[in-house]
């Protein structure tokens, strides 16, 4: 009797200890998981409720908003130069020869070319929009659950792989005819010229339109960047509601 009565014993403990089993081993399953794929996949169950149709034409709303705010921001006078996130400097190399600079007798240019190099970033970012519009309106189904499921800036990214050529392209001729307009183009010139033979400058920043277009994108993407990660962190800040509804699922 007794040994009958012990077998039950042993069953209720080998199921109990199989139980503790198979939750230890989906806590682990759990811990395994990267933040980023925890996080992804909580992302992807509060979309589910939300049509395809939905999710992408809310995201395009977004993302035009977001873009076209970007532009207007840079856009208007003082927009770099007034705006230390993304005003211009002169390239590092230069600034580090201002002994150099002084000897070649530019030193006095130095706050002309600085104030020059923003004024024409201002007068080329209007040319971003139409680009940057036409990106949202090619975008497909899974171009937008990458980027409503991607990390904090993966519309930026997905617009600077989409449009970086064509907004260089387009920049670069408003940019050149805004410094020959002030005519320091030639004296930047001279100057980078010297330092990239002394060896102060690197050859890539020894033309100003290059210079400046290259930095106009960097401050163009950045400002876009920082519109993102608002709307990603308040949904409220997205334009319609529908637009609200995706990201405060999302978040």
Do not use: C, W
């Amino acid at each position: 009797m007794k040994r009958l009565s012990f077998i039950p014993l042993i069953l209720l403990a080998a199921t109990a200890h199989a139980f503790d089993l198979g939750g230890l081993k989906e806590q682990l399953g759990k811990a395994a998981q990267s933040p980023s794929q925890t996080s992804q996949t909580a992302n992807s169950a509060g979309l589910s409720g939300i049509s395809n149709a939905d999710q992408v034409g809310s995201l395009k709303q977004a993302l035009t908003q977001g873009a076209e705010t970007a532009v207007a921001g840079l856009a208007k006078e003082n927009g770099f130069l007034g705006n230390d996130k993304v005003r211009i400097p002169l390239p590092d190399s230069l600034q580090k020869a201002g002994k150099l600079m002084h000897s070649l007798g530019m030193g006095k240019y130095a706050d002309d070319l600085t104030s020059s190099m923003n004024r024409a970033a201002e007068a080329a970012v209007p040319e971003a929009k139409s680009l940057l519009v036409a990106a949202v309106k090619s975008m497909s189904v899974t171009d937008a659950k990458n980027i409503l499921l991607g990390g904090d800036d993966a519309a930026t990214q997905y617009f600077r792989k989409k449009t970086e050529v064509q907004l260089t392209e387009k920049f670069k001729p408003v940019v050149d005819h805004s410094i020959q307009k002030v005519k320091l183009a030639e004296k930047y010139d001279q100057f980078a010229g010297k330092g990239v033979q002394f060896g102060v400058v690197d050859q890539k920043d020894a033309h100003l339109d290059d210079y400046i277009t290259r930095k106009a994108l960097d401050g163009l993407f950045l400002m876009m960047a920082e519109q993102e990660r608002a709307i990603r962190a308040n949904p409220l800040q997205a334009a319609g509601s529908l637009a609200q509804k995706v990201f405060a699922a999302i978040k």
